[in-house]
């Protein structure tokens, strides 16, 4: 059975940092790529960035290129995503997700996510 839990979300201040992380397990984790997305309220999900398998080669939308960065742990089947001058666009539900083979920005066709993290920034 697979489990992708997200932790590290929070209340910060604008122009703060944050960093989420997703534990995976019962699955060969070194196979998927990981990706992050993310979901305000009214609004669809929104692709973030994600991390290939193998090479770790990242991603990201323009939307926080420059300002979010992610990487993984493949010993501890673990995926984070550090955020950094956050602003309040930046508020939603933080999803983490897998896809075995390559990555890419379509949700529809990760094969596992989490269950989400709320990240709120406050002015």
């Known amino acids: 059975q697979v489990q992708m839990v997200e932790s590290g979300g929070g209340l910060v201040q604008a122009g703060g940092s944050l960093r989420l992380s997703c534990a995976a397990s019962?699955?060969?984790?070194?196979?998927?790529?990981m990706a992050w997305f993310r979901q305000a309220p009214g609004k669809e999900r929104e692709f973030v960035g994600a991390?290939?398998?193998?090479?770790?080669?990242?991603n990201y939308s323009d939307s926080v290129k420059g300002r979010f960065s992610i990487s993984r742990d493949d010993a501890k089947n673990t995926v984070h995503l550090q955020m950094s001058s956050l602003n309040l666009g930046d508020t939603a539900v933080y999803y983490c997700?897998?896809?075995?083979?390559?990555?890419?920005?379509?949700?529809?066709?990760?094969?596992?996510w989490g269950q989400g993290t709320q990240v709120t920034v406050s002015s």
């Open positions: 997700a897998a896809r075995r083979g390559g990555w890419s920005s379509s949700p529809s066709i990760y094969d596992y």
């Open positions: 019962g699955l060969t984790f070194g196979l998927y790529a």
């Open positions: 991390i290939s398998r193998i090479s770790g080669t990242t």
